[in-house]
């Protein structure tokens, strides 16, 4: 288990921008693929985004193609979620995950064994 704690989550008016990151507490962090998934009021949690532990791949929603961009810093133990152009379909709460090994473009909600706490990122129209 990793203790991740995101911050970084608020309101923004459609078309604006966010930046969430995600610090994680562990010696091996490069070790763990990370992602951020998001859970709107009544739906299931859904994934976002997924980076590998080198941060060399990365995969997105179709949702979130060009808008979005995940990327870490080993050396600081963080993964970001840069969210530009937001819309008001983007209000969630956001979390971030981590799993050790590899990572592959099906991981859904079920395959990462560590979360966050969640940050509420509300987009008015």
């Not at 990365?58 to 080993?74: A, C, H, L, Q």
């Not at 133990?77 to 099906?106: F, H, I, K």
Request: aromatic share 10%.
């Amino acid at each position: 288990q990793v203790h991740l704690a995101e911050s970084g989550g608020g309101l923004v008016q459609a078309g604006g921008s966010l930046r969430l990151s995600c610090a994680a507490s562990t010696s091996t962090f490069s070790s763990y693929a990370m992602g951020w998934f998001r859970q709107a009021p009544g739906r299931d949690r859904e994934s976002v985004a997924k980076i590998s532990g080198n941060g060399g791949v990365t995969f997105y929603e179709d949702s979130v193609k060009g808008r979005f961009t995940i990327s870490r810093d080993n050396a600081k133990d963080t993964v970001y979620l840069q969210m530009n152009n937001l819309q008001p379909e983007d209000t969630a709460v956001y979390y971030c995950a981590a799993r050790p090994g590899g990572l592959s473009p099906w991981l859904g909600v079920a395959d990462f064994g560590s979360w966050g706490q969640g940050t509420q990122v509300t987009v008015s129209s």
